[in-house]
């Protein structure tokens, strides 16, 4: 554990200016306030925020962070108040530990409601103030650092996890490659230790083998620099067992078909210097095609700047090289916390140097984050669009009058359209890439210029979240289908009610709906509208509400299930793909679908609408070449709770007296209401019966013939699907 004066040393060795008195006064009260308290490791609790701070000044992080980094625990985990840190310690520091404490309070868990609300938080904090999230990072590595002595296992794990999942990409998006990697490589240990292991058994085999040839080759390298009279230094690196491991499962190869193990890092003192000691590798060594990337003409966006290439080397061995200057190296390593520096008799952020640097602001990649999370969506989609955030890599290309936009490897022209503004993406109608008309399925590559071509109002398929991989594309797309749904439930909840109050021997005319609002908590009709058509507002209780004094008979008869129908009311009860305004729906009588069942739509080519199928019907095959005619649809919450529907079964049942007579009486008994019956194929011994019956849904008819083919008479029972 770093000393009061150790801890002071540090600081005062990169900041001569930083505020001594303020230093010791917060950690004093970091000591004083978590007094007796204990670490799982038996250690002192206040020994956990000084290693923290510790770590921060390594990266030379100015007085406030540092005093943050003492405080970070003391609003959590003691009698400490916001209130009390500001009077001690000034405003900026009071805000910047509740920040971290929000953070601490919301650690993310595997349960994916609470961890996309906690994401959401996260998220929307850091956002404010990168060293709200360099101190959490720093906290998070510290206590990953001592995460063996939790004695729990699934408490290891889950922990390793989110480290892996958040904290760790989180690390790389602001460029502090160091914690980044230490990270991932701490939660490797205790996530999947046997491979772990494994690895680094072969990368010591690899050592014995190769380590003289890598001493060799930075020799051969440096030599050839400096006979064209480019200062450099030269050294090899191994990569980490994580980044192999990540590898090996990516590229599905075996350890022994990696090239680049090992890797050689130049470094150069100009930017010019960097082109110049490319140009000297080159011509010493063949380059392998399709492996130079310029990551300073076009940094990434954690602002990572560098040259890659690959060559082979001497002895045939495939070489990958890293070009870069001292202070490129420096914000590989470091990122965002690179920018700390003494300036103007004061230390701090230097946005001037970072804009020298790369260029990018430190956190536009979490802002872009921030826009995800106000497109909503469930928890599932959250999490999900915040990773592809995180996670991918990048590719560069350019609008028509040269703007460069950098998007995710993989990304396609809607992720193009949407990252240049959420109006263009929506409008969307097609694409000229480098001045050519192209599918939306086409994949962007570095250089291409990208010209979208709108239409006149936004029209967004469902299928549009297939052509994209951003994050914010698809929960831009996802809102916009929301907004769509909502108008369709809407639709759906306004005609439910009217049909109920119609049953009831009511009208909605004239009638305030004021108390079924306040019953259900919302704050409009259109919302009322919305909560029936999605089931969250059963229209009896929407009955009751309004009409106190309704009568039994005539609750049940705006209680009681409707029976679902060809033409317009079908839109009670079928929601999706191609239902479009004035698009009339049908149910096949070859399959006749009930609620529960998967259905699909046909539009069928005569043009007289939608014909819903169910998905194994035998019809649907005449239509497997005709992809443009499918649709997808679902149940609406009224068909699956509110409505009856019409289905046929075929049974093969015993020639006896008064075995028809048992067959419907099994039917009446197990709620089923028989419609139609028709006997054929009449023999000595046996006869089938086609019986139209109503029921609720799918598993109410599973019921019904799971009860007919019980009966000893009854042979045979089969759904009728095509």
Not at 1 to 28: C, G, H, W
Not at 257 to 270: E, G, P
Not at 382 to 394: I, N, T
Request: glycine share 8%; proline share 4%; net charge neutral.
């Amino acid at each position: 554990m770093l000393r009061q004066f150790e801890l002071i040393e540090k600081v005062r060795s990169y900041d001569p200016t930083a505020d001594e008195a303020l230093l010791n006064r917060a950690y004093v009260y970091a000591m004083r306030q978590h007094g007796s308290q204990k670490r799982a490791s038996g250690d002192p609790y206040f020994a956990h925020p000084i290693e923290v701070a510790g770590i921060l000044t390594d990266y030379r992080l100015d007085t406030e962070t540092i005093v943050t980094a003492l405080l970070h625990d003391v609003i959590e985990d003691t009698d400490a108040t916001r209130e009390k840190v500001e009077e001690l310690f000034g405003a900026e520091i009071a805000e910047l530990v509740e920040g971290v404490t929000k953070l601490s309070k919301l650690e993310l868990s595997s349960e994916h409601l609470r961890q996309a609300e906690n994401l959401r938080k996260f998220i929307l904090a850091i956002s404010k103030d990168v060293r709200v999230l360099l101190v959490k990072l720093a906290d998070r590595l510290h206590n990953m650092r001592t995460l063996h002595f939790i004695k729990t296992p699934a408490k290891r794990e889950r922990i390793a996890r989110e480290t892996l999942d958040i904290y760790a990409p989180l690390a790389r998006s602001i460029g502090v490659h160091r914690i980044c990697a230490e990270l991932e490589e701490l939660a490797f240990a205790h996530l999947n230790p046997v491979a772990r292991d494994a690895i680094i058994r072969r990368l010591e085999v690899l050592r014995q083998q190769q380590g003289g040839a890598v001493a060799l080759v930075s020799q051969e390298i440096t030599t050839r620099l400096q006979e064209a009279g480019v200062p450099s230094r030269v050294f090899g690196r191994e990569k980490h067992p994580f980044s192999i491991w990540r590898k090996l499962q990516r590229k599905s190869i075996g350890f022994s078909q990696l090239s680049d193990i090992y890797a050689f890092r130049v470094i150069v003192d100009t930017e010019d210097d960097c082109y110049r000691a490319l140009g000297v590798i080159h011509r010493a060594w063949p380059s392998v095609p399709e492996r130079f990337k310029d990551f300073i003409s076009t940094p990434k966006r954690n602002n990572y700047r560098s040259l890659h290439t690959t060559v082979v080397g001497p002895k045939g061995m495939r070489i990958e090289m890293q070009i870069r200057t001292e202070s490129m190296d420096q914000v590989a390593e470091e990122g965002v916390a690179a920018h700390w520096r003494y300036k103007n008799e004061s230390y701090g952020f230097d946005a001037e140097h970072q804009a020298a640097a790369g260029g990018r602001d430190p956190l536009v990649n979490l802002r872009h984050l921030v826009q995800v999370l106000e497109h909503g969506g469930d928890a599932e989609e959250l999490v999900e669009h915040a990773k592809l955030e995180m996670y991918l890599d990048q590719v560069f290309v350019f609008t028509p009058k040269g703007r460069l936009v950098s998007l995710p490897r993989g990304a396609m022209p809607l992720d193009f359209a949407y990252a240049v503004h959420t109006d263009i993406g929506d409008t969307t109608i097609g694409v000229k890439i480098n001045g050519e008309l192209k599918p939306l399925r086409t994949t962007l590559q570095n250089g291409d210029v990208v010209e979208v071509i709108r239409g006149g109002k936004p029209v967004v398929p469902p299928d549009w979240r297939s052509l994209t991989v951003t994050g914010r594309a698809r929960s831009a797309i996802r809102r916009h289908i929301r907004q769509t749904e909502r108008e369709e439930f809407v639709r759906l909840g306004r005609a439910t009610i009217d049909q109920a109050f119609e049953s009831a021997g009511k009208s909605r005319k004239d009638v305030s709906l004021r108390p079924a609002l306040d019953r259900f908590a919302v704050a409009s009709e259109e919302d009322l509208f919305e909560a029936i058509g999605r089931g969250r507002a059963p229209p009896a209780q929407v009955l009751e509400a309004v009409f106190p004094g309704l009568k039994a008979a005539e609750r049940e008869a705006a209680a009681a299930r409707r029976h679902i129908q060809d033409g317009a009311g079908a839109r009670l009860y079928v929601r999706g793909g191609g239902l479009t305004p004035g698009v009339s729906i049908h149910f096949g009588e070859c399959c006749s679908p009930v609620p529960g069942d998967r259905i699909v739509g046909i539009l069928e080519s005569d043009g007289r609408g939608l014909t819903v199928h169910t998905i194994d019907c035998e019809r649907l095959a005449e239509f497997e070449e005709r992809e443009e005619l499918w649709r997808d649809l679902q149940w609406t919450p009224e068909a699956e709770r509110n409505a009856v529907a019409r289905a046929r079964v075929t049974a093969t049942i015993r020639n006896a007296p008064g075995v028809l007579g048992q067959v419907c009486s099994i039917i009446g008994e197990a709620g089923g209401n028989i419609m139609n019956l028709r006997m054929h194929h009449r023999q000595q011994d046996f006869f089938e019966v086609d019986i139209d019956v109503d029921v609720q849904d799918a598993k109410h008819l599973t019921h019904i013939a799971a009860a007919l083919r019980a009966n000893p008479s009854v042979e045979t029972v089969e759904r009728m699907k095509g």
